[in-house]
């Protein structure tokens, strides 16, 4: 996730989902209809960036924010406020890439997405089961589907794994034309998976810490188990990319000795049938 600032000033279509009716707080002399009134919440400055990046052709988008907010009954407030659109797993994770967009507020939690998503759909149907989770809040339920999601990981690590103990020997017992084409497609996974792992590393950690005022000393301690998950799978991650560079270099080591034995067998044919001539 990406720390995003918005504007405390927003309009008044879209702040009235936000808040109660007569709840707003208006600006007596505002500079425009678009900053009517003081924000009741950070998310309609998100989804406001969330469209502009998404205007622009940026699809993967991960932003939060901790500011104030506003409204008569209960004055002036700290919050947290996230927005998360774009692919929600690597390619090759949960059945290729998927499109969620979650926004997570103070009194809600919002995901929209295309097709199945089995962190979600878990959720979903627990919830149904026992509505006491719905009961522990968004912040609860926001945890719930980012610790489903890094669960969903380690497995997936464990074959990335397995696939470059497979690389290493085939580089080393019988490599052939189609290794490379092999290491460098491993590549791109290692370093996908550093992408997606190092900022949620990042913004549990604080999710940890208490960084957020809405986030509990119970929630801080369940988003520490999170957080070590995560340390875990970016350290698996470094090493992978410290491998998957091993496996390459040694790789294009044999093919330049290949490929200066051949030149020198040619160039010794050459000088043969020169003798000869």
């Known amino acids: 996730f ?17 808040a109660a009716d007569g709840d707003l ?3 007596a002399n505002p500079l425009s209809e678009n900053f009517a009134v003081l924000r009741p919440s950070s998310l309609p400055g998100l989804m406001a960036a969330v469209a502009h990046n998404r205007r622009r052709e940026q699809r993967d988008i991960r932003l939060f924010e901790i ?12 919050a947290l406020a996230c927005a998360w659109t774009g692919a929600g797993s690597l390619e090759h994770w ?3 890439a998927r499109d969620v967009d979650f926004f997570v507020g103070p009194n809600f939690l919002v995901t929209v997405h295309n097709g199945a998503s089995r962190s979600i759909e878990n959720l979903q149907a627990t919830a149904t089961r ?12 926001f945890h719930r589907i980012v610790d489903a999601m890094v669960d969903h990981y380690r497995p997936e690590v464990e074959k990335l794994e397995d696939r470059l103990d497979a690389l290493e020997a085939e580089v080393f ?9 092999k290491i460098l497609a491993e ?24 960084d957020f005022v809405d986030i509990s000393t119970d929630m801080s301690f369940r988003f520490r188990d999170v957080y070590d998950a995560l340390v875990r799978i970016a350290d698996d991650a470094a090493m992978f990319q410290d491998r998957i560079t091993g496996i390459l270099e040694n790789r294009m080591d044999d093919f330049g000795e290949s490929y200066s034995r051949g030149m020198n067998t040619m160039l010794w044919s050459d000088g043969t049938q020169d003798a000869k001539q």
Request: charged letters at 30%.
């Open 67 to 78: 500011g104030n907010r506003f409204s008569r009954s209960g004055g002036e407030r700290r």
């Open 173 to 181: 017992d019988r490599p052939n034309n189609d290794t490379i084409r």
């Open 94 to 96: 949960e059945g290729g």
């Open 25 to 27: 707080v208006p600006i």
């Open 130 to 141: 026992n509505h006491a989770l719905v009961g522990e809040g968004p912040v609860a339920l």
């Open 187 to 210: 590549k791109r996974r290692v370093a996908g998976l550093r992408r997606i792992v190092l900022p949620q590393r990042d913004v549990v950690s604080r999710l940890a810490r208490r």
């Open 2 to 18: 990406f720390e995003a600032v918005t504007f405390g000033f927003v309009a008044v279509d879209a702040a009235t989902t936000f």
